[in-house]
């Protein structure tokens, strides 16, 4: 062990990076990590979290105007978008600086550069100095697909999105996933006129269908508009520095802001992984065991660089499974079943488990549970969105093998019912257990 300068180099101080990184020190390990831009990876810095911040702020819109309708005399209201961008920001840096605290409380050595592997025990870094290792962990994640066409530098992508000087009146996202409708929900919030623009004729490929169309039916009764079928020809910058997006289908889109949401690659370019004979697959991304070991037996990836499941909290559990396995004596491997996952946009979506159509073609025999209700809060406020509730079960054993919501506040509750659907319980245990009411949730406890 003495023969290297680490016990273990981590590439990437991300969600996942962080966790291996402290862990595997708390164990003994003498550890670096590198990381090139910011402490914290795209969760903390450009991604859920300041993205939920956003989320939140963007909601006010309407919590305002409900109010009126519970007796509050709400003045005019104007939104002023630096005090929400500064806010948000300085709450990165809040977090980004807890997250070195971490590192350094547990004697994790952080350098701030870019690494690169230069062999299955070297790490090299950009400002010259080379250091060995006898494990090497990447977790570089993943970064947004920028498309190839006439035009496509005057478009952004979530990197740049929470920087924004001034606030895009009119706004063309292209793509229908995650971020497409997350950021579609907070920039229509703000009051802009957002259009989306996907490559097929359906958001959020996936998801489960009942609940994907309600999202899309209450989104395009908002006013989000959406063009489908549609491919990005050029984009022409605008005397007065506005956009004009042409896309194949439809009308030129005029925009002041283009936002690419087209999906994220592994971030494995120019990383030197062909140095130490590290395979990867045809999306580019690190091919891993269960282990998280490469083709490399010294090197190991985790999180969006595998492209296994590109989310924070599995991201987590890899750097965690990691440090117990090489470092701690407590082998063991991530669980990938029942993940449950959230589209946080307007209103939120929220799923665990089979889709109404995997478990068709997985089981054959199923039966489906749906509630399609109109929040209390909603009725009220004579907002005449529907929450829709749906539960998947084995007809043979009665399991509830999946469980899917859109509805006010769906990923908070349905991240309680996911140890439900996890442990393995069936439609009849929910049955047995008492509403609490009122609620949303209890919706799921009363389905017929
Ligand atoms: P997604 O994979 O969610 O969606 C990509 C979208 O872009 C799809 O609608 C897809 O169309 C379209 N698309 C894919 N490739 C191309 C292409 N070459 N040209 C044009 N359109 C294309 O990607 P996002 O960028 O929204 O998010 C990346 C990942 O980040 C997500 O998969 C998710 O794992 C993670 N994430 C998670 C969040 C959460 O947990 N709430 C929030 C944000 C991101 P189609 O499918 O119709 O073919």
Request: glycine share 8%.
């Amino acid at each position: 062990m003495a023969d290297y300068d680490y016990d273990l180099f981590v590439i990437g101080a991300g969600s996942g990076g962080v966790r291996a990184a402290r862990v595997s020190a708390a164990y003994g390990a003498k550890v670096a990590v590198a990381e090139e831009h910011r402490v914290g990876g795209t969760c903390v810095i450009r991604g859920c979290v300041p993205k939920k911040l956003l989320v939140y702020g963007a909601h006010f819109a309407e919590d305002l105007a409900d109010a009126r309708r519970f007796g509050w005399k709400v003045p005019e209201c104007a939104f002023d978008w630096p005090t929400l961008r500064d806010n948000v920001l300085a709450e990165v840096d809040r977090l980004n600086g807890i997250y070195i605290n971490t590192l350094n409380n547990n004697n994790v050595e952080i350098i701030n550069d870019t690494a690169t592997v230069a062999g299955p025990h070297e790490v090299q870094l950009k400002s010259g100095r080379t250091m060995t290792a006898r494990t090497i962990l990447v977790a570089t994640g993943a970064w947004p697909v920028i498309p190839s066409f006439p035009g496509a530098e005057h478009g952004i992508t979530s990197n740049e999105v929470f920087h924004l000087d001034v606030l895009p009146k009119r706004v063309v996202i292209a793509g229908g996933g995650y971020i497409a409708n997350e950021f579609a929900g907070i920039f229509h919030e703000f009051g802009a006129h957002v259009t989306l623009v996907n490559r097929s004729d359906q958001i959020l490929r996936g998801y489960d269908e009942q609940i994907r169309d309600r999202l899309l039916q209450i989104s395009m009764t908002k006013g989000i508009e959406f063009r489908f079928n549609a491919n990005f020809e050029k984009v022409e910058k605008q005397e007065d520095g506005s956009l004009m997006v042409h896309v194949t289908n439809a009308e030129p889109i005029p925009a002041d802001m283009l936002l690419f949401a087209i999906g994220r690659r592994p971030k494995t370019d120019g990383l030197g992984l062909e140095t130490a004979g590290v395979a990867l697959d045809d999306q580019g991304a690190i091919k891993v065991d269960g282990d998280s070991r490469s083709s490399c037996e010294s090197i190991f990836a985790i999180g969006d660089v595998t492209n296994r499941v590109q989310l924070t909290p599995v991201a987590i559990r890899e750097g965690q499974a990691f440090a117990d396995t090489q470092f701690g004596g407590k082998p063991h491997r991530v669980d990938y079943s029942a993940i449950p996952s959230a589209v946080f946009s307007n209103p939120p979506m929220a799923g665990v488990g089979m889709t109404e159509a995997e478990a068709r073609n997985t089981l054959g025999a199923v039966k489906v549970y749906t509630s399609d209700f109109r929040p209390m809060k909603n009725v009220l406020a004579d907002r005449h969105e529907r929450a829709l509730y749906k539960m998947i079960v084995a007809a043979e054993t009665e399991k509830v093998v999946g469980l899917h919501m859109i509805g006010p506040d769906a990923p908070e509750i349905l991240q309680a019912a996911a140890v439900a659907v996890k442990a393995g319980l069936t439609k009849q245990d929910f049955d047995d257990t008492v509403a609490l009411h009122p609620s949303m949730a209890e919706e799921l406890v009363l389905l017929r």
